[in-house]
C-alpha cells in the first residue's frame, strides 16, 4: 500500500464524482457518523470522471478554519470534499505524518454545524476516515490538501 507523498510534490488524482461511493452524504455514512442520515451537503459537487493535480502542505498552527482557508488560497485551490475518496483509496498507508484535511466545509450535521472531511494518518495503521468540526484551532499535525495547476 502507497504512502502520501512528500509534502509539496504534486501528484494526480483520478475522481468519478458521479460514482454513489463518492456521495457526499454516501463519505458520511462510511466515516461511521452518528445520525449520517441527517446531514446535509451544502457545497459544490464534482460530477462525471476528472482528473487535477494536487499537493500535501502544512500551514503551522492556526486558531480558526477561516485562516486555514486564507492560507491555502495562497498556495492553491480548495477542492471538494469529495476528493478525500479517491486520496483514501490511493494512499491506504497511514505514513505518521499527520492528520490530512480537506478545508472544504460544505457539510452540516443533524445540529447544523460545519464539518470537513479528514484522515486521519497515525503511523502502523490504516488511514481512517472522519469528519471534523470547522471550529476551534488547528495545530502543526495537519497536514492539507490543495489543487495546484502546476
Known amino acids: 500500500m502507497a504512502c502520501f507523498p512528500a509534502l509539496g510534490e504534486v501528484f494526480e488524482l483520478t475522481l468519478d464524482g ?33 482528473t487535477r493535480r494536487f499537493k500535501l502542505i502544512t500551514i503551522g498552527c492556526c486558531d480558526h478554519f477561516s485562516t486555514v482557508v486564507a492560507i491555502l488560497k495562497e498556495h492553491g485551490k480548495i477542492p471538494e470534499g469529495q476528493w478525500r475518496e479517491v486520496l483514501i483509496t490511493k494512499f491506504q498507508s497511514a505514513d505518521g505524518g499527520g492528520t490530512v484535511g480537506i478545508a472544504d466545509d460544505s457539510w452540516r450535521d443533524q445540529y447544523s454545524y460545519f464539518l470537513f472531511p479528514c484522515i486521519r494518518a497515525d503511523s502502523g495503521q490504516t488511514c481512517v476516515p472522519f469528519f471534523d468540526l470547522s471550529e476551534g484551532g488547528f495545530n502543526n499535525n495537519w497536514r492539507w490538501l490543495v489543487e495546484v495547476d502546476e
Not at 31 to 44: A, D, L, N, P, T
Open 18 to 50: 458521479s460514482a454513489p461511493d463518492n456521495d457526499p452524504i454516501e463519505m458520511v455514512h462510511r466515516s461511521g457518523e452518528v445520525g449520517f442520515e441527517k446531514w446535509r451537503h451544502r457545497g459544490k459537487l464534482v460530477k462525471g470522471v476528472q
